[in-house]
């Protein structure tokens, strides 16, 4: 396996055609570690502290609209 510096050395590389092709690639790449990360938190119960943290402060009015 390549260390990240080799891997940062060829995306500098890369010609624009072919960067703009990664960069979307990666972005759905990055989405999807994101999204299955998220829901193994949720499945062991790591994010139950914080969805209670939330939904009491809505309940004491403690939030703001965005």
């Known amino acids: 396996m390549r260390s990240a510096r080799d891997i940062e050395r060829a995306i ?3 010609p624009k055609s072919e960067l703009k092709e990664f ?3 990666f972005a759905e790449y ?3 570690v994101w999204d299955s ?3 193994e938190h ?3 119960g790591k994010l139950d502290r914080l969805g209670k943290v939330a939904l009491r402060a809505h309940r004491n009015k403690d939030t ?3």
């Open 23 to 25: 960069r979307a690639w």
């Open 12 to 14: 500098e590389s890369l």
């Open 42 to 44: 949720t499945l062991s």
């Open 30 to 32: 990055d989405a999807e």
């Open 64 to 66: 703001k609209e965005i």
């Open 37 to 39: 990360k998220i829901e």
